[in-house]
């Protein structure tokens, strides 16, 4: 799978990530599939409600909502536009899912009342002025990999 990155999503990435500083904090992240296994991330949500050190909450009325307002913007053509899954950031860890991170996504792709085919879960850190990102994929099948991601200048 093909995961493309807008520089304007990029750019409200990093302004977050800033004024985060030591805190976890994430959002959702709404796409448009362009050809099979191939999305463009249209939409990164930000939690208003930050996490900890460490660690990060999703806010679920916060969720629902802006996902009621990104399917009422691109007029509920679900095929097309739809949740891609879930991003936080690891401001002071690496790039890479932690252990709960890869529990809690098996446990959304698993859930009875999910109606995707996969989430994706994207870390990002800021170091210095430079976004790291990495992405993976989630399948109700429990199966999971790395997702290319493509940053659009
Ligand atoms: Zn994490």
Redesign the pocket.
């Known amino acids: 799978m093909r995961l493309r990155l807008p520089h304007d999503q990029m750019n409200l990435l990093m302004d977050a990530l800033r004024r985060a500083g030591e805190k ?1 904090i994430g959002g959702q992240i709404f796409g448009e599939q362009l050809m099979p296994s191939d999305f463009r991330a249209i939409e990164f949500t930000v939690q208003r409600r930050p996490g900890r050190f460490a660690q ?1 909450m999703i806010d679920l009325v916060q969720a629902a909502q802006d996902a009621a307002r990104f399917f009422d913007r691109t007029k509920h053509r679900y095929t097309r536009f739809n949740y891609l899954g879930e991003w ?1 950031s ?1 401001p002071s ?1 690496e790039v890479q ?2 252990s ?2 890869i529990a809690t996504m098996r446990a959304l792709v698993s859930d009875l009342e999910f109606k995707g085919n996969f989430a994706v879960l994207l ?1 990002a850190r800021l170091d210095d002025d430079h976004l790291n990102c990495g992405a993976w994929l989630f399948e109700p099948n429990g199966s999971e990999q790395r997702i290319t991601l493509d940053i659009e200048l």
Do not use: C, T, V
């Open positions: 976890e990060f936080h690891h860890f899912p932690s709960k991170d870390i």
